[in-house]
């Protein structure tokens, strides 16, 4: 039995320079941290010829072309194996759809299960890129890098995207304390709603593709702020940081009449009044997880949570995919 996690993520700054469509035209930057929240894929032989494949559907079938689900099909197809005499069973902590980058961390701890089947060793940041093939290159998936790296490297992490398609990983360099404080004053809140990610980032990935102009000078301006974040976190500036959250939140939703809804603003709005120094959507937008930067938590918690918002606690995940056995 191998079974393999890796991290879901919440984005720090800068988040959409990452997409193929922006980042070969003007490079892209962006902070990311993997959270303990974890999505799980287990793999073990069986007795039978099937290759058995259990998530939110049961699929049994003897051909890499008969899979339905598109990740794994492009899995076993990229590494070569003969799908037989094989279970593949797939967990999450939080549902998808929620902003989390659970795609990404399903595909790393995918690719790096079937690895371990072939007994053969891949680096973090190779494996990343072979999720980004699948899922960018052969899906046609209109997203960015940012998920797949932070689930294969952890930590909480700056990437740069060059023009060339290299990606430089660095970690974020903050000294105890406030690293410490930051983890305490970040705060998840459930919105209910659960959306595609691809439906959003589309229009984002062919505007830029267009060369739109509007939307280049928005993304060159988060950019920026991806920069103004890093120097905050690493000089422990978290109130510059707060306010830096907020001022991303305010140009993000200019992207796509999708990105809000007014019972999304109303609630962002009440946790202003009510602690934050600043906010935003985790992920593409439109739903999923409200994440606030706190300087009263006690009293935002009893905010967002009596207008009936429940809160996910977690912590700074510092491994990425990993196997946990075999």
């Known amino acids: 039995m191998i079974i393999v996690r890796s991290p879901l993520r919440i984005s720090l700054g800068g988040g959409g320079t990452d997409l193929p469509s922006y980042y070969e035209k003007n490079g892209g930057f962006l ?54 005499r094989l279970e593949i069973c797939s967990m999450a902590d939080i549902p998808s759809g929620t902003g989390l980058g659970s795609s990404g961390s399903f595909t790393t701890a995918l690719l790096r299960a079937l690895h371990c ?9 190779d494996l990343a890129e072979q999720a980004c093939v699948v899922e960018i290159e052969k899906l046609k998936e209109p997203i960015g890098k940012q998920d797949q790296y932070i689930a294969s490297c952890g930590g909480l992490t700056g990437f740069t995207f060059s023009k060339n398609g290299i990606v430089l990983v660095e970690p974020v360099k903050m000294d105890a304390e406030a690293y410490n404080n930051l983890e305490d004053n970040l705060l998840l809140f459930f919105t209910g709603y659960s959306r595609s990610a691809s439906v959003i980032l589309k229009d984002q990935d062919d505007k830029s593709k267009a060369d739109d102009e509007a939307m280049n000078k928005n993304l060159n301006y988060i950019k920026d702020i991806g920069y103004r974040s890093l120097d905050a976190l690493e000089s422990g ?51 999923g997880f409200l994440m606030f930067y706190a300087n009263d938590r006690m009293k935002l918690r009893h905010a967002m949570t009596g207008a009936g918002l429940a809160e996910v606690r977690f912590r700074f995940e510092q491994s990425g995919t990993q196997i946990i056995a075999q």
Do not use: C
């Open 117 to 125: 089947h072939k007994k053969s060793f891949i680096t973090p940041q």
């Open 237 to 287: 500036n978290l109130n510059e940081f707060g306010g830096l959250m907020h001022e991303h939140w305010e140009h993000k939703r200019k992207r796509s009449s999708g990105m809000s809804n007014p019972k999304i603003d109303e609630w962002y709005d009440l946790g202003m009044k009510n602690g934050a120094l600043g906010g935003k959507l985790i992920g593409a937008g439109g739903g």
């Open 31 to 84: 902070i990311s941290a993997a959270i303990d929240k974890y999505v799980y894929v287990t793999l073990h032989q069986t007795f039978v010829d099937d290759l058995i494949i259990k998530y939110s559907q049961l699929e049994r079938v003897t051909s890499t072309d008969d899979i339905k689900h598109p990740i794994v099909r492009e899995a076993f197809k990229m590494l070569d194996i003969e799908p037989k």
